[in-house]
């Protein structure tokens, strides 16, 4: 028996115009478990109507920035009541550990304490001018309707670092989980509902890309959209919103490298990689899947990891001691197993793993390392989006750097090394938002993130990433109290 859900439109759950639904999996055990409204373009543009009448003439435009930090605080406090309800419905829905969802769950609450303090420091600015000319200020304004589409992992994380500056900033947010798993998603819209949002303020629609996503992003009222996941869909973003030359910002993901010089300390190394790319099963963004060793520390980086990758317990992604759980879908399964057929063909070597875990159901997949005398194998040049890690050794810094750098992706990256000269000069070199130095993928909501190249442009989190939301306005005012100058009479 499947759970029902319902999108959330002008403040009322709702189902799609036409009665149309589909299912999702789940990736444990292969069963579907939810269904969800299938969004037609006419739910899409009712929803986009609904948060722009919210910020036009709703209450939402009347509060100050002081009241909006105050909801976004009420947010807070019920995301830390709906934690629980929350990481349940997406581990089941994607796969992620519970452990991890549950962790994600407790942290939201802080995002949205962070960006509603910083809801009445939004401001502007009065450039020096001299008494004689009018008076200039440059005042920040929010942009309107935020179009904000998450994929599936780690969505209600990544939704966050869209929804809270919005917000914050004063704009009103229509929100597309991904088909793969939106149960979360339509979660937390229960959550937006307790907080007491003013109707249409935020707005989630469920569906695929035509026509739910399409519509959205070229939506005429659409003034930003904020997207996140993979970089063929991203270029049907960006030429979907040039029908309505919204606003965009692209987190895409990418094939982060990390290096290992020879006087690393080998459990920081261990830890960390390990860390880096079987966390979330690898399925994350910054995941560091391509390792650059040097020569004189290779074979025993390789050995540490495997020895490692093979202590890793894969299993029910609910049980507290599961190490690594499924892969979200089967056609993610597929394409993994698809590249690694085509490197090793190529001559690539797999060291441990490589196979799907000897299980009978679940899309489960082992941790897997492989050794590569070639740049271009697929396994180094594609983002896998799984537990795999591509290893090359390398000479020297030079060598590491050119390694590092030969990409079309530049997201994260990572270094280890006793000498913190190298290990700067390192991460200056390697293009990336995000860097690491003998330690990996641990952050804060205070740091931006986000990448260039394949993995996309703009930067999400931190306070930069509030402005991001604002447009600015030039207000000139003649407090001379003198008649406006002739404009044919030239002084």
Not at 31 to 54: G, I, L, M, N
Not at 328 to 352: H, M, N, Y
Not at 436 to 447: E, H, L
């Amino acid at each position: 028996m499947t759970t029902s859900y319902q999108m959330y439109i002008a403040g009322k759950f709702c189902e799609a115009g036409d009665g149309q639904r589909f299912t999702s999996v789940n990736p444990a055990t292969e069963q579907d478990w939810a269904s969800f409204p299938e969004a037609t373009a006419e739910d899409v543009d009712r929803a986009v109507k609904a948060a722009h009448a919210a910020f036009t003439t709703g209450p939402w435009s009347r509060m100050s920035a002081r009241e909006r930090g105050k909801v976004l605080g009420r947010i807070a406090r019920e995301l830390e009541l709906a934690g629980p309800d929350l990481s349940w419905a997406e581990t089941t829905d994607t796969g992620k550990l519970l452990r991890e969802t549950r962790w994600q769950a407790g942290n939201l609450a802080e995002i949205y304490d962070y960006y509603g303090g910083l809801a009445d420091k939004i401001e502007g600015q009065l450039p020096p001018v001299g008494p004689a000319e009018p008076l200039s200020m440059i005042v920040r304004e929010p942009l309107g309707v935020v179009a904000a589409i998450v994929p599936w992992n780690s969505q209600l994380h990544l939704a966050a670092f869209k929804i809270a500056p919005a917000l914050a900033a004063g704009n009103t947010i229509v929100l597309k989980p991904s088909e793969e798993a939106s149960a979360a998603v339509v979660e937390f819209a229960r959550v937006m509902a307790r907080a007491g949002l003013p109707d249409g303020v935020f707005n989630v629609v469920t569906g695929g890309a035509r026509p739910c996503a399409e519509t959205l992003v070229s939506h005429p009222l659409v003034r930003r959209v904020s997207f996140t996941g993979g970089v063929e869909t991203a270029r049907k973003v960006i030429a979907a919103s040039a029908r309505n030359i919204a606003m965009l910002s692209l987190e895409l993901g990418g094939k982060s490298p990390v290096v290992v010089y020879d006087d690393a300390d080998m459990d920081s190394v261990t830890n960390g990689v390990t860390s880096a790319i079987f966390a979330a099963s690898g399925q994350s963004c910054a995941a560091g899947s391509r390792l650059l060793v040097q020569e004189g520390v290779y074979d025993e980086v390789v050995e540490r990891l495997a020895r490692r990758a093979s202590e890793i317990v894969i299993g029910d992604p609910m049980d507290k001691d599961t190490h690594m759980g499924p892969l979200a879908t089967a056609r993610q399964r597929d394409r993994i197993e698809d590249l690694l057929a085509q490197s090793v063909g190529a001559g690539a070597k797999i060291v441990t793993g490589g196979g799907r875990a000897g299980r009978d159901t679940g899309y489960f997949f082992e941790p897997t390392i492989v050794t590569c005398g070639d740049q271009d194998l697929p396994v180094v040049r594609n983002e896998l989006f799984g537990p795999v890690l591509s290893v090359l050794r390398f000479r020297d810094e030079e060598d590491a750097i050119r390694l590092a750098r030969d990409s079309d992706y530049a997201f994260a990256g990572g270094v280890f090394s006793r000498d913190f000269g190298r290990a700067y000069r390192t991460a200056r070199a390697i293009p990336a938002g995000r860097f690491w130095i003998n330690t990996y993928r641990v952050t804060n909501y205070a740091m931006p993130f986000g990448g260039s190249g394949n993995s996309g442009y703009g930067r999400e989190g931190g306070i930069d990433a509030i402005h991001d939301y604002t447009q600015t306005k030039a207000i000139f005012a003649d407090l001379s109290g003198v008649p406006a100058a002739d404009p044919f009479v030239m002084r």
